[in-house]
C-alpha cells in the first residue's frame, strides 16, 4: 500500500513559473522508481506506425520493375522519391486466411482483410458477439515496448461508419472492418477518428502548453489537498468504508504517476505539439496530415511508441473531387479491367501513397536522439487484398520504411517467391520490435532479407 | 432476496404417496394446525429425504420462526404469489394457505418491530446521472455526462448500488478532467478553447414529419440546447444525411433548410431541383461538399444555454411519395434517396474571437457577492465558497473546510489569476473532492460497535434527495437537517411531499422506473425491418415517452400504485395512436387520451414494454412471462441450463406450425418444462401484442391462441385476464414495487430481514390506497432507510498505512 517511488521533489514548487517549452533536465527523483527512463533516454527507442489501406493496389502500376538492390520507384509509387533510401518494398506476400476458408465461407472479403492484416488469423464468421480474430502485432509489440510510456498504443482512422449498422459483409460482425487491431481474440481496439480526442489523450486538455502545465500542476495540488482532505474523514468511518477509502486512496496514487509521466512529456524541450485541433477537418487530406501529426509527435515525445492507422475503411465510398474523380473509392476499386477505371484508381492509390510519403517526412524531419525520428521508425503500409476487382489477396501491395533503430536499410525491392505468407513479414517486424515469438497466423518462418 | 421461482413438483410420484401416508404420523408430532397444514402440503416434497427446490421444511420450527427467517422469507413468497403448491398437487383452500402464510409473516414482523435490522449500507459514490443532476443544481450547468465520464456498473437492477460503484485509476483520471472542464465552464474561463461538440439524429428517424420542439409548417431535422461557454463567434454546420453513394434523399425537388437559433431563422438554404440533382448525379462528392457550405454559419453569441435547430420547411401538405411509399419509416430503404432531404447531424464549433463572458446562469448560481475593491475580495470569496462547498458537501462548513478552497483560491489569484479565475482554482477542488464524489456517513462517536442508530439529519437529507431526486439536497432541505428538525414525522411527511411535487422528482420516472421496467432497453431494440417495416426512431421514443408519462401521472396526480395496471387513460402522439389505431389523434405533442380498449390499459398493453420483452423479429412468450415474474411478481425464474436447443424454424414446404406449438416442442424436454410451465402461459396471454405492441389475430398464418392455466391455478384467455389475475393480488404487485424502490431508495440489494420492511409499507399503503405518496413515505419511515449498524472500527494500523 506504500508508494513505490523514490523520494520526490515537491514538483509544485519546482514547475512554478515554467514556460511554454521547458527544458528542465530529468532529475533522477523525478523518475518513479519501476520506470527505467534513464535506460530509455539512452537508447534509441524502436518505433513502429502500421498503416492500412483497403481495396488493395492496380498491381501493374504499383509493383517496381526491378528486384534489385537499387529500387526504381514505379508510377504509384512516386510520391515516395524524396524518401527512396529509407523505403523497401516487398512483393509477392500472400494473406491467404483473408480468403474463404471453403464452402459456406463465400465472400467476406472486405471483412476479412483489415481482421486478418497484422495477425494473419482467419476470422470466425459471425454477426453476433462471439467475434473471435487474431491478436495483432502491434498490440503483442505493446505489450513489450508500450509498457514504459503512458499509452501502450494508440489507434487511428479516417472514416466513420458508426451511422451504418447493418452495411457490413453478410454473416460478420461490423467489429471485424472497424478496426484493424486486436488486444485479444475476442477484444477488438476501436480506432479514433477524431484528431481533437486523440489530442486529449496525448497531451490532456488545454489550448496551449502553458494550459497543459497548468492544468498538471493544478491536478497535482488537488491530489495533494485530496489525500488531506480524506485524512480528516477517516475517523468516522467505520471499516467497510474505510477500505472503500483506501482503494480511492490507491487511485490518487496511480493518477500522480500518470501525472509524473505527463510532467515528463510536457518538459522535453524542442517538441512543436500542434495546435489544439478544434475537431475533424472536413477536408480529408488535411484530416489525414492531421492524424499523422498527432503520430509523429506521439513517437516523438515517446507517449507512445505504438500506432496503427486505418486510412480508409472497407467499402469506402468516399469521393475524390480534388482528385477530379466522381467515382467513390469502392465502385472505381471494381475497374472491371477498362482502362480508364485502371486510371482512375491508380490515382486514388497514388494520392494514398502521397498521404503516407508525409508521415517520412514528418519522421525525418523530427531530431531523435543521434538521428531523425525516420531512423527509429518501422513504418509499414499496405492492403489485406490485392485486386480489388476480383477480391484475391495475393500479391498484396506491401511497403515498409525507415531505419526501424537500425534494424532496415532502405532503397530495396525484395521480391519473394509468390504466395509467401504476409505473416512472415508480420513476425520479421515483431522480431525487430524485440519480441521474439516463434510463429504468428500462418507463418512459416522470418523474411530475414527484410 | 434472491429467490427463485422453480416449480418443479418433485416428480418421483410413487415416493409422493408414501410420504403423504408418513405426513400424518408427522402431524402427530406438532400440535399446530399451521404444522399440520405444512406437513400434509408440502413437506411431502421439501422433506429432508427429498429437498426439492434444496428446501426442507421438515425440521423447522413453528415455534420459533425467527430462527429460520431466511427460509421462512421463501415460504412466505412462494404462498402469497400462490405458487406453491404447485399445480398438479394437493392444495388446500386459498384461506387456508393465506393463513399460513399470514401465521409466518405475523412472527417474523412481530419480531422485526421489536429489534429491527437496517442492514449494511455501504458508503456510496454519486453515479453518472446523480452526478450530472448535481451539477445542474449546484452551477446551474447543464452538462453531458455521458462524455464525460463512464457508464456505471449495474446490480440487483439498479445503477446507484454502492457495493459496485467501485472507483478506478481511470474513473478518478476522468473525474479530474471532468472538474476541469466543468469548473472552466461554469466561470467562463477566457482561456476556452475552439472545440466542436456534434448532435446526431438517429439514422432511422423518419424525417418526413413534425418533429416536437421544431417550428410548425417543418418536417424533420434536429433541435438541440447547447452551452455555449464564452461571448463570441461560433460556426454551426449541418449536414444532410446521405447514402453510401453520397446521394442526398429529396434533391429532385426545391426545399428549403432553415437553421434557427433560439427560435430565429438565421440560414435558409433553398436546394434541390431538377438541375441540382443533375448536377449532384454528375458529382456527388463535390455536390455534398458545396451543400455543407451553403449549410455552415457563423453567428455571434453570448455565453449560456441557446437553443440550435435545423429542419426543413413544409412546402405541401400533399405527400406526392405516399403512393410509392408503403411504411411509415421513410428510411427502409437506405440507398433510396426520394422523399424529403434528412437532417444527418449538426455540429457546434467555437468559441472564436471570444470576447469575455455575459451574465450566465451559472455566473448568476456562483458568484452570489461581486468584490469591487481589493479589500472586499477575501470576504467575497469566503462568501462564494463557503455556499458552494455546503451544497457540494452536502452539510455546513467548517473554517477547516474553508482553508484548503482559500489556499487554492489565493494561489491562483497570487499567481496573476483574477478573482474568476481563483473561485475557478477552488471550484475545480471541490468537485474533484472525496466529499463532493462520496456519500460519507459518519458513525457516532459515543456508541459501542455493532449498536443501532439513527442517521443524522444530514445523513437523512441526502438520502431523501438521492432517493427521490438523484441528486444533491436543496436548499431547504439542508437548513432542515441543520437545525435537526428534518427526523420530526410531520416536517419529514411535508418534505418528502414538497419534493414529489418538484419537478426534480423526474429523476423517479428516469432512474427508478426506467430500470425497473427494462424501459433504458428501448433505445438499443432494432426490430427486424423485414417484420416491421414501420418502426422507426420516432415510435421508438413515442412508446418510451408514454410510458414515462404515464408513470409520472401516477406519482404526480398521487394515484394508487395499482393504476399501473389498471388505468383506463394513457398518453399517445399522432404516430402512437395510429400504432395503436386510436383515431383522431393529430401532431407530434402527446395528450392524455382515454383508454377504452380493456387490453390496452396498464404497462402491459404498453408498447414500450411489449417490445423491450421482443426479439427482433417475432415476440417471446418466455421474455415476457420472465419480465412479469421478475418485475411484477418477484419470483425470477431460474437461468436456462447450457445448451438449451433454439426453437425450430418453419421449413420450407411442411405445414408452418405457430409459435406455441413450437415452444410446445421444447418443453418436451423434462429440464426445460419446470420453468417454461411457469413462463410461457404469461407470455402466451400477450400473444395478441406482436413484436412491437401492436394488435394481431394471427401469427404467421396461425390464429393466436392467448389461452391457458397459469401456474397459479387461474385460466386466462389474454391479456385482460392475465392483467385481472395481477390486480387480483395487489399484495404481491405493490409489495415487489416495494422492493425495487426500497432496494433503489437504499442502493443495496435486498436480504430476506428486509423483507418485513417491506410488508410493513404495503400494509400502511394498503391503507391509503396505496397512493403514491404514502408508499415513499413508508420507505423514507422504515428502518432500513433511517438507521444504521454502527460498524467495528478498522483497526489503527490500517488507519496508519491508509495515511502513509
Known amino acids: 500500500m506504500r508508494l513505490i517511488t523514490k523520494k520526490h521533489i515537491p514538483r509544485r514548487a519546482f514547475l512554478r513559473g515554467a514556460g511554454v517549452t521547458l527544458a528542465l533536465p530529468l532529475l533522477d527523483s523525478m523518475v518513479p522508481a519501476q520506470t527505467r527512463l534513464a535506460q530509455t533516454a539512452a537508447k534509441p527507442q524502436f518505433r513502429m506506425g502500421l498503416c492500412f489501406m483497403p481495396h488493395g493496389a492496380v498491381m501493374s502500376n504499383w509493383t517496381p520493375p526491378g528486384d534489385a538492390a537499387n529500387l526504381e520507384l514505379s508510377r504509384t509509387l512516386k510520391p515516395l522519391e524524396p524518401f527512396k533510401k529509407s523505403v523497401v518494398v516487398v512483393s509477392n506476400l500472400a494473406h491467404k486466411n483473408a480468403a474463404p476458408a471453403g464452402p459456406g465461407d463465400n465472400g467476406g472479403d472486405h471483412t476479412r482483410s483489415p481482421a486478418v492484416f497484422l495477425n494473419g488469423v482467419h476470422p470466425k464468421r459471425t454477426d453476433g458477439a462471439d467475434i473471435r480474430a487474431g491478436v495483432t502485432i502491434d498490440q503483442i509489440a505493446a505489450q513489450q515496448i508500450g509498457q514504459e510510456t503512458r499509452l501502450p498504443s494508440l489507434e487511428l482512422a479516417i472514416e466513420d461508419y458508426s451511422g451504418l449498422v447493418g452495411s457490413c459483409d453478410v454473416g460478420f460482425s461490423c467489429a471485424y472492418m472497424n478496426t484493424i487491431s486486436w488486444r485479444t481474440p475476442t477484444v477488438p481496439m476501436p480506432m479514433e477518428i477524431n484528431p481533437r480526442v486523440v489530442f486529449d489523450r496525448l497531451f490532456g486538455d488545454g489550448s496551449t502548453a502553458q494550459e497543459r502545465l497548468e492544468r498538471i500542476e493544478q491536478e497535482r495540488s488537488i491530489l495533494d489537498a485530496v489525500t488531506g482532505q480524506v485524512r480528516r474523514l477517516q475517523g468516522g468511518l467505520g471499516a467497510n468504508d474505510r477500505n472503500r477509502v483506501a482503494e480511492y486512496l490507491d487511485t490518487v496514487r496511480e493518477i500522480e504517476r500518470r501525472i509524473i509521466l505527463a510532467e515528463k512529456q510536457n518538459s522535453i524541450s524542442g517538441i512543436n505539439v500542434p495546435a489544439t485541433p478544434a475537431g475533424i477537418p472536413d477536408d480529408h487530406q488535411a484530416h489525414t496530415k492531421l492524424m499523422f501529426d498527432l503520430m509523429a509527435v506521439a513517437f516523438q515525445a515517446d507517449i507512445t511508441r505504438v500506432s ?31 482502362p480508364a477505371r485502371l486510371e482512375q484508381l491508380t490515382t486514388i492509390n497514388t494520392y494514398h501513397v502521397g498521404m503516407w510519403a508525409y508521415m517520412l517526412e514528418r519522421l525525418q524531419s523530427i531530431k531523435d536522439g543521434d538521428g531523425t525520428l525516420l531512423d527509429h521508425t518501422l513504418m509499414l503500409y499496405g492492403s489485406g487484398m490485392s485486386n480489388s476487382n476480383i477480391h484475391n489477396h495475393s500479391p498484396l501491395p506491401i511497403l515498409l520504411a525507415g531505419g526501424a533503430a537500425g534494424t532496415m536499410q532502405g532503397g530495396r525491392h525484395l521480391k519473394y517467391p509468390e504466395e509467401t505468407p504476409m505473416a512472415n513479414l508480420l513476425l520479421t517486424i515483431l522480431h525487430k520490435a524485440g519480441v521474439k515469438q516463434e510463429s504468428i497466423g500462418d507463418s512459416t518462418g522470418l523474411l530475414t532479407e527484410v | 432476496m434472491a429467490v427463485r421461482l422453480n416449480a418443479n413438483p418433485c416428480r418421483l410420484l410413487g415416493i409422493v404417496a408414501l410420504t403423504i401416508l408418513s405426513a400424518g404420523l408427522l402431524a402427530a408430532q406438532d400440535s399446530t394446525s399451521q404444522r399440520a397444514l405444512l406437513d400434509k402440503y408440502c413437506v411431502t416434497c421439501h422433506s429432508d429425504k427429498l429437498r426439492t427446490g434444496g428446501l426442507s421444511l421438515q425440521g423447522l420450527d413453528l415455534g420459533h420462526i425467527p430462527e429460520g427467517a431466511e427460509t421462512w422469507e421463501k415460504v412466505i413468497r412462494k404462498l402469497r404469489v400462490g405458487a406453491m403448491p404447485p399445480q398438479g398437487m394437493p392444495r388446500p383452500d386459498k384461506a387456508a394457505l393465506s393463513g399460513l402464510a399470514a401465521y409466518i409473516e405475523g412472527s417474523l414482523d412481530k419480531a422485526y418491530e421489536a429489534n429491527p435490522n437496517p442492514g449494511q449500507a455501504t458508503m456510496h459514490r454519486l453515479n453518472r446521472a446523480e452526478y450530472a443532476n448535481a451539477i ?65 439524429v438517429r439514422p432511422d428517424l423518419s424525417q418526413d414529419q413534425h418533429i416536437d420542439g421544431l417550428p410548425l409548417g417543418t418536417r424533420g431535422g434536429i433541435v438541440v440546447e447547447h452551452t455555449f461557454p464564452l461571448d463570441g463567434e461560433y460556426v454551426i454546420k449541418v449536414r444532410l444525411w446521405r447514402n453510401t453513394f453520397d446521394l442526398m434523399r429529396g434533391m429532385e425537388d426545391a426545399h428549403e433548410i432553415e437553421i434557427n437559433f433560439d427560435g430565429a431563422r438565421i440560414d435558409s438554404v433553398t436546394i434541390g431541383g431538377r438541375p441540382d440533382f443533375l448536377k449532384m448525379a454528375a458529382n456527388p462528392g463535390a455536390f455534398g461538399a458545396e451543400l455543407d457550405q451553403k449549410l455552415t454559419v457563423r453567428v455571434h453569441a453570448t455565453a449560456g444555454p441557446h437553443t440550435v435547430a435545423a429542419d426543413t420547411v413544409l412546402r405541401s401538405h400533399a405527400f406526392k411519395d405516399d403512393l410509392v411509399k408503403p411504411f411509415l419509416r421513410t428510411t427502409v430503404d437506405g440507398l433510396d434517396i426520394t422523399g424529403d432531404p434528412s437532417v444527418d447531424r449538426l455540429t457546434v464549433e467555437g468559441p472564436f474571437n471570444s470576447t469575455g463572458v455575459s451574465d450566465t446562469p451559472s455566473r448568476r448560481r456562483i458568484f452570489v457577492c461581486r468584490p469591487s475593491t481589493q479589500s472586499e475580495e477575501l470576504p467575497c470569496a469566503k462568501k462564494i465558497l463557503g455556499a458552494l462547498a455546503r451544497n457540494a458537501y452536502r452539510r455546513p462548513v467548517a473554517d477547516n473546510d474553508l482553508e484548503p478552497l482559500l489556499s487554492f483560491y489565493q494561489r491562483r489569484r497570487n499567481d496573476n489569476g483574477s478573482f474568476d479565475a481563483g473561485i475557478e482554482s477552488a471550484l475545480q477542488f471541490i468537485l474533484a473532492s472525496p466529499e463532493f464524489l462520496f456519500r460519507f456517513e459518519d458513525d457516532p462517536a459515543d456508541i459501542p460497535a455493532g449498536a443501532r442508530y439513527r442517521i443524522n439529519d444530514l445523513a437523512l437529507a441526502s438520502r431523501l434527495s438521492f432517493f427521490l431526486w438523484s441528486t444533491i439536497p436543496d436548499g431547504e432541505l439542508l437548513n432542515l437537517a441543520s437545525q435537526k428538525k428534518l427526523h420530526e414525522p410531520a416536517v419529514l411527511e411535508h418534505q418528502v411531499k414538497r419534493m414529489l411535487a418538484d419537478p426534480k422528482s423526474d429523476a423517479l420516472t428516469e432512474n427508478f422506473a426506467e430500470q425497473w421496467l427494462f424501459l433504458r432497453n428501448l433505445k438499443s431494440v432494432a426490430p427486424n425491418l423485414d417484420t416491421f417495416p414501420d418502426f422507426d426512431d420516432n415510435l421508438r421514443q413515442a412508446m418510451k415517452e408514454e410510458t414515462e408519462l404515464f408513470f409520472r401521472s401516477i406519482l404526480r396526480e398521487d394515484r394508487s400504485v395499482l393504476d399501473l395496471l389498471n388505468a383506463d387513460y394513457t398518453f399517445v402522439n399522432e404516430r402512437l395512436a395510429r400504432h395503436y389505431g386510436i383515431p383522431g389523434i393529430y401532431g407530434s405533442q402527446f395528450r392524455r387520451v382515454h383508454v377504452t380498449d380493456e387490453a390496452r390499459r396498464g404497462l402491459l398493453g404498453q408498447a414500450s414494454i411489449l417490445t423491450v420483452t421482443s426479439y427482433p423479429a417475432r415476440t417471446s412468450p418466455v421474455q415476457r412471462g420472465k419480465w412479469i415474474l421478475t418485475n411484477l411478481l418477484g419470483v425470477p425464474p431460474q437461468p436456462p441450463p447450457p445448451n438449451v436447443p433454439e426453437l425450430k424454424e418453419n421449413g420450407e414446404g411442411s405445414k408452418p406450425l405457430s409459435l406455441r406449438e413450437r415452444m410446445e416442442l421444447h418443453r418436451a424436454n423434462a429440464v426445460c418444462a419446470g420453468c417454461h410451465k411457469v413462463m410461457d402461459p404469461i407470455g402466451f396471454a400477450l400473444e395478441n401484442f406482436d413484436g412491437i405492441g401492436q394488435w394481431r389475430k394471427d401469427d404467421d398464418g396461425a390464429k393466436i391462441d392467448a389461452s391457458g392455466v397459469l401456474f397459479e391455478g387461474s385460466r386466462v384467455d389474454g391479456p385482460v385476464a ?14 415487489v414495487m416495494m422492493e425495487k424502490l426500497l432496494t433503489y431508495a437504499l442502493g443495496r440489494g435486498l436480504e430476506y430481514y428486509d423483507m418485513p420492511a417491506v410488508r410493513k409499507t404495503v400494509q400502511d399503503g394498503a391503507a391509503n390506497n396505496f397512493r403514491f405518496s404514502s408508499m415513499i413515505l413508508g420507505v423514507v419511515n422504515s428502518p432500513s432507510f433511517q438507521m444504521k449498524v454502527k460498524k467495528a472500527s478498522a483497526s489503527a494500523t490500517v488507519a496508519a498505512e491508509l495515511l502513509h
Not at chain 2, 141 to 169: C, M, Q, R, W, Y
Open chain 2, 722 to 735: 392475465l392483467r385481472k389475475m395481477l390486480a387480483s393480488r395487489p399484495d404481491v404487485f405493490v409489495g
Open chain 2, 136 to 200: 445542474r443544481d449546484l452551477l446551474a450547468l447543464d452538462i453531458d455526462s455521458t462524455a464525460l465520464l463512464p457508464p456505471d456498473d449495474e446490480s440487483s437492477g439498479f445503477d446507484n448500488i454502492a457495493e459496485v460503484l467501485k472507483v478506478s485509476p481511470s474513473l478518478m483520471e476522468r473525474y479530474l478532467s471532468a472538474s476541469w472542464n466543468i469548473s472552466r465552464e461554469a466561470v467562463g474561463d477566457k482561456r476556452i478553447a475552439p472545440s466542436t461538440a456534434t448532435y446526431r
Open chain 1, 308 to 338: 496503427t492507422f486505418m486510412m480508409a475503411r472497407e467499402v469506402s465510398y468516399r469521393t475524390f473531387p480534388m482528385l477530379n474523380i466522381s467515382e467513390a473509392f469502392h465502385p472505381a476499386s471494381h475497374h472491371q479491367n477498362n
